[in-house]
């Protein structure tokens, strides 16, 4: 069986929804996202990296705070 990208493909993406800016400010880290759990028992992944990455690629970043961590 051949696989593209592990990453699926993001397409026609127009604006940044409320749950893409959610996931850029947590910087695609799955971890604390409401649709972990979702995709935990399923043969499907989450496409929504693949889909701020291209947002960030075609669109930009959005205007948003994005928290930052300092650590010792």
Same mark, same amino acid.
């Given at each position: 069986? =051949? ?13 940044? %929804?409320? %749950? ?32 701020? =990455?291209? =947002?960030?690629?075609?669109?930009? %970043? ?11």
């Amino acid at each position: 069986m =051949l696989r593209s990208r592990d990453m699926g493909r993001a397409i026609a993406v127009r604006r940044w %929804t409320p %749950t893409a800016i959610e996931c850029y400010k947590r910087g695609c880290n799955c971890e604390g996202c409401f649709y972990k759990d979702f995709f935990s028992g399923s043969s499907q992944k989450c496409q929504m990296k693949a889909s701020v =990455l291209e =947002l960030v690629r075609v669109i930009g %970043t959005p205007n948003v705070e994005v928290p930052q961590i300092i650590s010792d």
